[in-house]
């Protein structure tokens, strides 16, 4: 039987990339009910996705475009999803 390993998908731009390997770290999630992105604030995640885009830059990009990326997309993400209501405690 021929096993193929799943292939990622081309990443069109250094954002789609910086996106996809935070996915893969676990540092953002999507809010399940409006699919906006959230910050997990977990900080062993956030350095697994700066350990990746320093070994494993995607193509045409250096570390550190790659790093700054990262850094860009974290600071441009929340912790709450904007069309959730807030938690009344």
Known sequence: ???TKERRSAIRTLRGWAIGVLQEAGVIRECEE?????DRADPHARERAFD????EPPPG???????AEI???????????????????
Do not use: F, K, Y
């Not at 990746?52 to 070994?55: F, I, L, Q």
């Not at 990009?61 to 790093?67: E, G, M, P, T, Y």
């Not at 850094?71 to 405690?89: A, F, K, Q």
């Open 1 to 3: 039987m021929l096993m």
């Open 34 to 38: 409006h699919g906006w992105m959230q």
């Open 52 to 55: 990746v885009a320093r070994r």
């Open 71 to 89: 850094r860009d997309v974290l600071n441009s993400i929340g912790d709450t999803c904007p069309e959730c209501p807030p938690h009344v405690s």
């Open 61 to 67: 990009a250096s570390r550190a475009d790659a790093v």
